[in-house]
């Protein structure tokens, strides 16, 4: 696929996508799909507001080691995701196809950076989280589930389904109270963002933070809680989504000849060790 269709898809609804290549991507009705459906029923019913909490008082306090950029990408390359049905392949090769794919189509560096850290804090795996706190597409927790979210029949199957604080299209939110007062199902992104939060311009952070808020950035869902700041940052979120989906190809670039370029681009904006 063209980096200019890359960049076209941007702006679609990449559910009505029309070629075969496309609807090929993030089609959960795959063979063999069955560890996906597995994944999100344990995804929706333990991700509640409570689970939410208890993750971000522990995790939030970064008090597990320290890792160079590097080191915490050496870990991704063992890891499988279990909720991506579209590929096999090791999660550097998905960051630096991701990197490539936005650094072709001539964006700013930093966007190239996101590009290639977007996914650094599945390092969470490493730490002993299982999959389904980590990865998968994330929902505000605290309010009633949209139906847009992957697999909603599993939401009935959470104890927040059936608490009233919880399962009104509210729940503990005011009207447009803003993304940043919503607590998102805990994971990768949401942990990420808050490790390089003085490091990269918002933008990025928007990218690295709600990049697998599909409910919000693909489907049009939560307008309810969101407000205008994040209203006006989602096209960079949905900008960045075509580089994360469709730059997945089973031949994968050199690692070893693109290093010392983005070696050079995280010393340009992130600390020789990151505190994780
Ligand atoms: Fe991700
Ligand atoms: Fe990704």
Request: aromatic fraction near 14%; charged fraction near 20%.
């Amino acid at each position: 696929m063209s980096a200019d269709s890359l960049t076209a898809l941007a702006t679609d609804n990449a559910h009505l996508a029309s070629t075969a290549a496309q609807q090929a991507y993030r089609d959960y009705d795959k063979p063999g799909i069955d560890r996906v459906r597995t994944f999100y029923r344990n995804n929706h019913q333990h991700q509640t507001y409570a689970f939410v909490q208890q993750k971000k008082a522990h995790w939030l306090q970064f008090q597990q080691r320290s890792m160079t950029p590097w080191e915490g990408l050496d870990f991704l390359n063992t890891l499988v995701d279990e909720s991506d049905p579209d590929t096999e392949l090791p999660q550097i090769m998905h960051l630096l196809q991701t990197a490539e794919a936005i650094r072709a189509d001539g964006h700013p560096d930093w966007f190239v950076l996101t590009g290639f850290i977007h996914d650094l804090g599945k390092v969470l795996c490493l730490f002993g989280e299982p999959q389904w706190a980590v990865v998968g597409d994330t929902f505000p927790v605290g309010c009633r589930p949209s139906d847009k979210i992957v697999y909603p029949e599993f939401f009935a199957l959470s104890p927040d389904a059936q608490d009233a604080r919880y399962n009104t299209d509210y729940g503990v939110y005011s009207p447009h109270c803003g993304l940043d007062a919503v607590h998102m199902s805990w994971g990768h992104d949401e942990y990420l963002y808050h490790l390089l939060k003085p490091y990269l311009p918002e933008p990025a952070l928007y990218m690295v933070r709600y990049h697998s808020f599909y409910a919000w950035h693909r489907e049009g869902q939560y307008q309810h809680l969101s407000n205008a700041h994040d209203e006006a940052l989602k096209p960079w979120v949905q900008k960045f989504n075509p580089y994360d989906l469709y730059s997945k190809n089973p031949k994968p670039p050199s690692l070893a000849a693109l290093k010392p370029y983005y070696e050079d681009l995280m010393a340009k904006y992130l600390p020789a060790q990151l505190q994780f």
